[in-house]
Structures are given as structure tokens and as C-alpha cells.
């Protein structure tokens, strides 16, 4: 969770993003579009980091995210990523549910994306012929991509996160509430995140501009 020392804390506690949730009280998508995606869907298995974003359990133990804070979340995001250009902030994804989907937001905006295997010092290491830097880091899921996590952790790189309900989030700065084992659900998000991140960079104006569908995001 947040740090005393994390620039996010300093940077949320200034940013008017407050005032942006009040000027944009729709959501970022279509509600069907969300639930097609199972976005909300979480697992059977809870932690005490992500209670507050539970919005009911199922007859069948599957915890349910709240789909408001989700949208509430992605905003955010996009806002505070907007703040860095595409070279400054990293996205790192293990599990291949997610490749497809980093793949085409790296594509769209420039961002840079790791997928697969992180390697251990990537960050950390200068002597690594791969060594890179920068000053955010968005993961899939903090369990597996933990080795990128440890790295942003120790240079004091902001972490960005997409939790579900079994997740821990120590280290994160920032937690986004969403189903991160579905290729879907992740397709969604990215897509989402790519259109609003381009959008306050002023790169794109408007929804319409934005070329790219959510079949490119997603996989069949």
C-alpha cells in the first residue's frame, strides 16, 4: 500500500483527480461491456488488502469486485501515468494471459512492455545488457511479476498494480481492483487504459479518435 515516502502519495494528494471523477461521472465504457469482460469477477479466495473493493460473495464463493471502483481506479491510473512520457514508465506482465493485451497498449501509446520472464536485475543491474529505467512501473499481477516489484521497490519507483480479490499488495503504491487472470478482462482494461492515457496526453481528443477496437486488445 502507499509508502510516507512514495511520490504517488505526494503527487494524489495534490492532483485534482477528485475534481476529474466529478466532471466524469460516466463510466469509461459500457456497464455490458465490463460484465461481457468479467472485469468484476474475482476469485474464491480473499485478502485483507483488497476487502475494500469486494462488493458481494457469490453463492458459489467467487468473490465480486466492485465494478465503481474499478472504473474509479482505471482513471486514476490513466491520469497519473499521464504525467510520464511512454519512456519513462514500464509494464511488466509474466503470466501469457496478459501478452497480447500489453502487446497492443505498447503498440498504441509507446509504452514500454515486458512480457514472460522478467529478468532478475533488469532494473537494478546496469552491467545486464537489457538494464533499463524508469520512473513508473505498471504490473498484471503483483505475485508473479513480485521480482519486478522488489526491483521498482528498491530504486523507489512508483508501482502501479492490477489486484484481484486474492492479491497482497505490499509494496504497491497503487492498487487497480480487476479480474487480472482473464484474457478478456485484461484486454478491457488495457484498452481502456491506452484511450485515456493518450487522451490526457493530448495526443488523441476525443473516444472517437482512438483507432484502435478492443478485439485488437483481446484475445479471441
Not at 492515457?197 to 482512438?210: G, M, Q, S, T
Amino acid at each position: 500500500m502507499f509508502t510516507l515516502q512514495s511520490p504517488l502519495v505526494i503527487f494524489i494528494n495534490v492532483c485534482p483527480w477528485k475534481s476529474v471523477m466529478a466532471q466524469e461521472p460516466h463510466l469509461l465504457v459500457e456497464l455490458d461491456e465490463y460484465l461481457k469482460a468479467g472485469v468484476h469477477i474475482g476469485t474464491k479466495f480473499r485478502t485483507k488488502y483488497m476487502s475494500n473493493f469486494i462488493y458481494k460473495i457469490r453463492s458459489d464463493g467467487l468473490a465480486v469486485l466492485n465494478l465503481q471502483k474499478i472504473d474509479e481506479r482505471i482513471k486514476i491510473a490513466a491520469l497519473l501515468l499521464s504525467h510520464y512520457g511512454p519512456n519513462d514508465i514500464l509494464v511488466i506482465g509474466r503470466r501469457e494471459n496478459g501478452w497480447k493485451a500489453i502487446k497492443a497498449f505498447s503498440k498504441a501509446t509507446g509504452i514500454r512492455g515486458v512480457t514472460g520472464r522478467y529478468q532478475p536485475g533488469l532494473l537494478t543491474n546496469s552491467a545486464l545488457k537489457d538494464f533499463t529505467e524508469c520512473k513508473i512501473m505498471l504490473v498484471t499481477d503483483p505475485w508473479p511479476d513480485k521480482n519486478a516489484v522488489k526491483d521498482a521497490a528498491q530504486l523507489g519507483v512508483p508501482i502501479l498494480a492490477i489486484c484481484d480479490t486474492n492479491n497482497e499488495s505490499n509494496y504497491v503504491d497503487f492498487v487497480i481492483p480487476c479480474n487480472n487472470k482473464g484474457k478478456k478482462s485484461l484486454g478491457l482494461f488495457f484498452y481502456i487504459l491506452a484511450r485515456e492515457y493518450l487522451k490526457h496526453r493530448k495526443i488523441i481528443a476525443n473516444d472517437a479518435d482512438f483507432t484502435y477496437t478492443i478485439g485488437d486488445f483481446t484475445e479471441e
